[in-house]
T-cell receptor, first 113, second 116 residues
Framework: TQLLEQSPQFLSIQEGENLTVYCNSS?????LQWYRQEPGEGPVLLVT?????EVKKLKRLTFQFGDARKDSSLHITAAQPGDTGLYLC?????????????FGKGTSLLVTP | DSGVTQTPKHLITATGQRVTLRCSPR?????VYWYQQSLDQGLQFLIQ???????AKGNILERFSAQQFPDLHSELNLSSLELGDSALYFC???????????????FGNGTRLTVT
């Protein structure tokens, strides 16, 4: 089972539309990170959210961390073709073998002109 | 440019073979992480090293092993390769040892492994 569930899996929209993608878990996280991955490249960090209920804005991107720190959302306003990519959420999870940053499977976003 | 260098970019090999993937972390970073990315499983954590020592372990197969050298570069060794090992393998680095509050990871551009 996936620790972090992301939805939707795929999203195809036209330039100028708004969208929201979700990252959900049954586990509580001390922090969540959002990354964007473009084809042929590695993921690049967008933001880290730490406090329950926190909202962070990065230009047209708005990130929210749930009050219970189990879920997060990413809202994009007036999407542009340059927003196309795979959006991944990640949270640190401890185990007997140490802490590791676990990723969701991602939301693949395509924005067409 | 993340500052993390992975070689080679592409690797094609046959089943049963052994390959070595190499990673040079960003200057100043002490932690190196290895991830495997496939379409069905997504980005799966394999293993982390911090300053030469194994720090955390994920779902890494026994056929796979890794190490971090004194100059902090790391190698991921994959042996007895199977068709299902075909995937993108990413290396990432971070400045600290990681934990509940993970520092951001800086990813390389990956090695695409194809096993035929």
């Amino acid at each position: 089972t996936q620790l972090l569930e992301q939805s939707p899996q795929f999203l195809s929209i036209q330039e100028g539309e708004n969208l929201t993608v979700y990252c959900n878990s049954s586990s509580v996280f001390s922090s969540l990170q959002w990354y964007r991955q473009e084809p042929g490249e590695g993921p690049v960090l967008l933001v880290t959210v730490v406090t329950g209920g926190e909202v962070k804005k990065l230009k047209r991107l708005t990130f929210q961390f749930g009050d219970a720190r189990k879920d997060s959302s990413l809202h994009i306003t007036a999407a542009q073709p340059g927003d196309t990519g795979l959006y991944l959420c990640a949270g640190a999870r401890g185990s007997n073998s140490g802490y590791a940053l676990n990723f969701g499977k991602g939301t693949s976003l395509l924005v067409t002109p | 440019d993340s500052g993390v260098t992975q070689t080679p970019k592409h690797l094609i090999t046959a089943t049963g073979q052994r390959v070595t993937l190499r990673c040079s972390p960003r200057s100043g970073d002490l932690s190196v992480y290895w991830y495997q990315q496939s379409l069905d499983q997504g980005l799966q954590f394999l293993i982390q090293y911090y300053n030469g020592e194994e720090r955390a372990k994920g779902n890494i197969l026994e056929r796979f092993s890794a190490q971090q050298f004194p100059d902090l570069h790391s190698e991921l060794n994959l042996s007895s390769l199977e068709l299902g090992d075909s995937a993108l393998y990413f290396c990432a680095s971070s400045v600290d040892r990681g934990g509940i509050y993970n520092s951001p990871l800086h990813f390389g551009n990956g090695t695409r492994l194809t096993v035929t």
